[in-house]
């Protein structure tokens, strides 16, 4: 099998981290790469941070217009030339040997479609970790977890290109929650590897688009609506993330509504008693004094 990994940097007004993203794919073990920037749109000094950086395996994609990630993402996809497909966004670092790790756990197994490590992440200086035990993960184990809310972010992944190809690639019409989808289609046809080791160091602002509570709402009422029969099978985690967007909502303010997503996930399972929690401190006027009780983290 072809082992060059195209990897896959989305960039939008980013120029101020862009360098050290680019500098963590290049400084890769796994030499047998081409990184393919896709500037989607910028207005900042992104192109003169891209014409300053000489590297024969260096591709840019200027997108006259902003398009949104996953629009980039799917203009790599079709220019890529490796058989393998990674992505990296720009406020985000690799360890050296991420690719080569994730490139020999892939390529041992044909009816693998997706290798994702873990990862670690800062949220405006806040660090947590999106951890996972070694394992393989058979088709229908794989629907369950990733409806049960495990990340699966896009920077912690190494897929096959023809898998991603089959699936469609990313949906740009999400306001939210792409990789999530996508790895929701894969699952559903390949058996997906997930690392313990953490490769990745995320950064996640104010400004970005996971910090929107609106999006992920919009987006989580489209996905469930895509893949009904898939959720309904599994009301645990069908359940659990109506509830997540309930609690969104309710961490902004918008108690009203809030209420009926908390109502809608007890509803779903009436053993989630933090779904009926959320629905009477909402409807009571109490949220505000729960905010730091583990349900609503």
């Not at 890769?28 to 300053?52: C, F, K, R, Y």
């Amino acid at each position: 099998m072809n082992d060059l990994v195209s990897v896959i940097l989305p960039t939008y007004n980013r120029a101020h981290v862009l360098g050290r993203a680019i500098a963590s794919v290049l400084a890769q073990t796994h030499e047998s790469l081409e990184l393919i920037v896709v500037d989607d749109g910028s207005t900042d000094d992104t192109a003169a941070v891209l014409d300053a950086i000489t590297h024969d395996r260096l591709r840019v994609i200027r997108l006259d217009a902003n398009r949104g990630a996953s629009c980039a993402r799917n203009r790599g996809i079709a220019m890529a030339q490796g058989a393998l497909i990674a992505f990296i966004d720009s406020d985000d670092v690799w360890t050296p040997d991420k690719l080569a790790r994730q490139t020999a756990a892939l390529t041992s197994r044909s009816d693998v479609g997706l290798c994702v490590c873990s990862m670690e992440v800062d949220r405006d200086g806040a660090r947590h970790r999106v951890q996972y035990q070694d394992e393989e993960l058979d088709s229908n184990t794989a629907v369950t977890r990733i409806i049960s809310g495990v990340g699966m972010g896009t920077p912690c992944w190494l897929a096959r290109r023809d898998t991603l190809q089959a699936v469609g690639g990313f949906d740009g019409s999400l306001p939210r929650m792409q990789d999530y989808e996508c790895a929701l289609r894969i699952a559903q046809a390949w058996r997906i590897i997930l690392m313990s080791d953490v490769m990745v160091l995320a950064e996640v602002g104010a400004d970005s688009i996971s910090a929107s509570a609106e999006r992920y709402v919009r987006a989580i009422g489209i996905i469930v609506d895509r893949h009904r029969p898939l959720f309904e099978r599994r009301p645990g985690g069908y359940s659990e993330m109506i509830f997540r967007a309930g609690k969104y909502l309710a961490l902004e303010g918008r108690y009203r509504e809030a209420i009926p997503w908390f109502v809608r996930a007890f509803r779903i399972r009436p053993t989630n008693a933090r779904a009926l929690i959320g629905a009477v401190l909402c409807a009571t006027g109490l949220f505000p004094l729960f905010r730091r009780m583990k349900y609503a983290r």
